[in-house]
């Protein structure tokens, strides 16, 4: 919905297959848990980005289109909204549930960054529009392309991690602002990586799933 935020007490409501297998596998390890034993934890958490992130994603596919004068594929009307949550702080997250989490608890893991898709891209182009070597040249803005939302497509995601902090004294480390800064110079600074993973199969997905 458009308010509130997921806790660990709400209701699944998976509205597409891929979200179903996600709601289905939790359930099948708290079963586990609940049944045999089994010492589990459960996480969930928002949407992740940084270092070695696939260029299939939002954030390295409009960093890396944006270096290269290409256009920046928003779905539908760009106003879907994702909370935001640096990897490292998703790790540090993790390892924190791991080591002092209550076995058959759910934690919640998010970032405390909501924010509509079209903003992120033009914080973006905002960040790559001011590097030296893109002086004189046209705003990245101008390559922002509206595509066909996909099905299923949520409008918002909102997660509440009052939990992993209360109980276990998480929080993340980074703002957003740090956050899309570090992942920003990342990618500028590891062109053979990129090149590398550029190679392989998934090009074909990028196609599939943006083509307007």
Same mark, same amino acid.
Request: hydrophobic share 30%; glycine share 8%.
């Given at each position: 919905? +458009?308010?509130?935020?997921? @806790? !660990?007490? @709400?209701?699944?409501?998976? &509205?597409?297959?891929?979200?179903?297998?996600?709601?289905?596998?939790?359930?099948?390890?708290?079963?586990?848990?609940?049944?045999?034993?089994?010492?589990?934890?459960?996480?969930?958490?928002?949407?992740?980005?940084?270092?070695?992130?696939?260029p299939e994603k939002l954030i390295p596919l409009v960093i890396l289109n944006?270096?290269?004068? +290409?256009?920046?594929?928003?779905?539908?009307?760009?106003?879907?909204?994702?909370?935001?949550?640096?990897?490292?702080?998703?790790?540090?997250?993790?390892?924190?549930?791991? +080591? &002092?989490?209550?076995?058959?608890?759910?934690? &919640?893991?998010?970032?405390?960054?909501?924010?509509?898709? $079209?903003? $992120?891209?033009?914080?973006?182009?905002?960040?790559?529009?001011?590097?030296?070597?893109? %002086?004189?040249?046209?705003?990245?803005?101008?390559?922002?392309?509206?595509? %066909?939302?996909?099905?299923?497509?949520?409008?918002?995601?909102?997660?509440?991690?009052? %939990?992993? +902090? %209360?109980?276990?004294?998480?929080?993340? !480390?980074?703002?957003?602002?740090?956050?899309?800064?570090?992942?920003?110079?990342?990618?500028?600074?590891?062109?053979?990586?990129?090149?590398?993973?550029?190679?392989?199969?998934?090009?074909?997905? $990028?196609? !599939?799933?943006?083509?307007?």
């Amino acid at each position: 919905g +458009k308010e509130g935020l997921f @806790t !660990e007490t @709400t209701s699944y409501q998976p &509205n597409s297959p891929y979200s179903a297998s996600k709601a289905s596998s939790d359930h099948l390890v708290r079963a586990y848990h609940e049944t045999y034993g089994l010492p589990v934890t459960i996480s969930n958490c928002s949407n992740n980005y940084g270092p070695y992130q696939f260029p299939e994603k939002l954030i390295p596919l409009v960093i890396l289109n944006a270096r290269e004068d +290409k256009p920046l594929p928003i779905y539908g009307d760009g106003l879907n909204v994702r909370d935001w949550l640096y990897v490292r702080d998703h790790c540090t997250a993790v390892w924190t549930i791991m +080591k &002092n989490g209550k076995k058959g608890e759910t934690y &919640n893991i998010g970032g405390n960054h909501e924010m509509e898709n $079209i903003r $992120i891209v033009e914080i973006l182009c905002d960040l790559i529009d001011a590097l030296p070597d893109m %002086k004189g040249k046209p705003s990245r803005r101008t390559l922002i392309t509206y595509v %066909k939302d996909r099905l299923g497509h949520d409008r918002r995601y909102a997660i509440d991690s009052g %939990k992993l +902090k %209360k109980d276990l004294g998480w929080v993340p !480390e980074e703002s957003f602002q740090t956050g899309i800064e570090k992942t920003l110079e990342w990618y500028l600074a590891h062109q053979a990586w990129i090149d590398r993973v550029r190679s392989g199969a998934y090009q074909d997905w $990028i196609r !599939e799933h943006y083509e307007a």
